[in-house]
């Protein structure tokens, strides 16, 4: 197994928290990253687990305490790593990106030891943890603006690597898996700076709305747990039903459908629903009703992200249209 920059802990099955220190100029208060692990009697994979990359998704940072406790209790090769909260300025002003200096952390991997907090965050988390991890799940959700299903993002990539991707997605077995064909222009995330270093990966979205639903966090914990059957870490698994809906198609949630206008927003469509292009998904009112934006699917597909707070401004994401394929057994 990879070398650790802390030790492992002693004893097969026990849970240990460390305190992993990001870098700071002189003068600067240190940051301090909390981050549970837990190893089996036998060599084998590591499995890396991030939660709190955006400081508005709850779902994954509640998993991460249960799942450690289930995952200890099974696990019998290699060892499992996770940060329940990886940004934790944003996740203390529970917003997206980080109040100390304006960065989504997702969109700045691998990061840069001499950057700004979130450059430096990117960095500790590529060079400590990524590169030394033989597969990452990275937990996020919708956020509290907006909603999305409750699925799992594989590299669709026709490589090794997102073969691997694509076997663990159905070992995680959401009832939505979401299929990414290789993007040049989708850097900066965790998974791409886990891409880059050949680290297979997955990543989740759930409701969001700024709260969680113990049925997704429930279905976030089992999932992980199925990736380390799935890798060999452990003999036992929850069961799971196999994906219902098999999306393909770009998964970035700040390309969505954007209000050109202010105003009051209501949706006519749901998550989930099929949609044609040229199908109107909603309409920005004025407070007296006032018809000011009619919002139209641009492109046919099922609707992955539709925002549920309806005060909108000009320039905000609205609804996210992701393609389709039919679901192979
Ligand atoms: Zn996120």
Not at 77 to 92: E, T, W, Y
Not at 283 to 310: K, N, S
């Amino acid at each position: 197994m990879h070398p650790l920059p802390w030790p492992d802990p002693i004893h097969p099955g026990e849970v240990i928290v460390h305190t992993l220190a990001v870098p700071s100029p002189p003068g600067d208060e240190p940051l301090e990253l909390s981050v549970m692990a837990t190893r089996g009697a036998h060599d084998g994979p590591t499995l890396l687990v991030f939660a709190g990359v955006h400081g508005d998704e709850y779902e994954g940072v509640r998993a991460i305490p249960e799942l450690m406790q289930r995952a200890a209790a099974i696990i019998e090769h290699g060892r499992l790593i996770a940060v329940p909260v990886c940004n934790p300025p944003a996740f203390a002003a529970a917003t997206r990106n980080s109040p100390v200096d304006g960065l989504n952390l997702a969109r700045v991997f691998p990061g840069d030891a001499q950057g700004t907090l979130s450059q430096r965050i990117a960095h500790t988390l590529t060079t400590q943890l990524i590169a030394r991890s033989d597969f990452l799940i990275d937990f996020h959700s919708a956020g509290i603006v907006s909603s999305m299903p409750l699925l799992v993002g594989y590299s669709a990539a026709d490589t090794p690597l997102g073969r691997r991707s694509a076997a663990a997605a159905v070992a995680f077995s959401a009832e939505v898996i979401w299929g990414h064909p290789h993007d040049p222009t989708a850097v900066g995330r965790t998974i791409s700076a886990a891409e880059e270093l050949g680290v297979p990966w997955l990543y989740t979205e759930a409701a969001g709305g700024g709260r969680t639903l113990p049925e997704q966090v429930e279905c976030f914990i089992t999932g992980a747990l199925r990736v380390m059957h799935h890798l060999g870490m452990a003999s036992t698994a929850p069961h799971a039903e196999p994906p219902r809906i098999h999306l393909l198609g770009a998964g970035n949630t700040d390309a969505s459908i954007q209000a050109q206008v202010a105003g009051y927003f209501i949706p006519t469509v749901k998550l989930l629903d099929r949609v044609e292009a040229g199908q109107i998904l909603g309409a920005i009112y004025t407070v007296t009703g006032m018809l000011l934006e009619q919002l139209v699917a641009p492109v046919a597909g099922r609707m992955v992200l539709v925002r549920g707070l309806p005060r909108v401004h000009a320039g905000e994401g609205l609804f996210l249209i992701s393609g389709e394929q039919p679901v192979t057994a």
